[in-house]
């Protein structure tokens, strides 16, 4: 999971992923980076197929409808 704004709160409530019967690993940066920056951020996770979704995105789209 990308994290930057907030990690605390999302590290916090998540943990590593247990409760939740999933494993989270963090890729943290210390500033906004959009999605493209934080693709980076992540890059060392990744090595295959893999679904990018920005989450403050998402809240609003949800919203909207």
């Known amino acids: ?4 704004h907030l990690r ?7 943990g590593e992923g ?3 019967g999933v494993h989270i690993e963090y ?3 210390e500033k906004p980076l959009a999605i493209a ?3 980076k951020t992540a890059e ?3 090595d295959d197929t ?4 920005y ?11």
Do not use: H, N, P, R
């Open 1 to 4: 999971m990308c994290v930057s």
């Open 8 to 14: 605390k709160t999302i590290k916090d409530y998540f």
């Open 18 to 20: 247990k409760e939740f």
């Open 27 to 29: 890729a943290i940066s």
């Open 37 to 39: 920056g934080q693709l």
């Open 44 to 46: 060392k996770f990744v």
């Open 50 to 53: 893999f679904v990018c979704m």
């Open 55 to 65: 989450g403050d995105q998402y809240l609003i789209s949800v919203l909207e409808k």
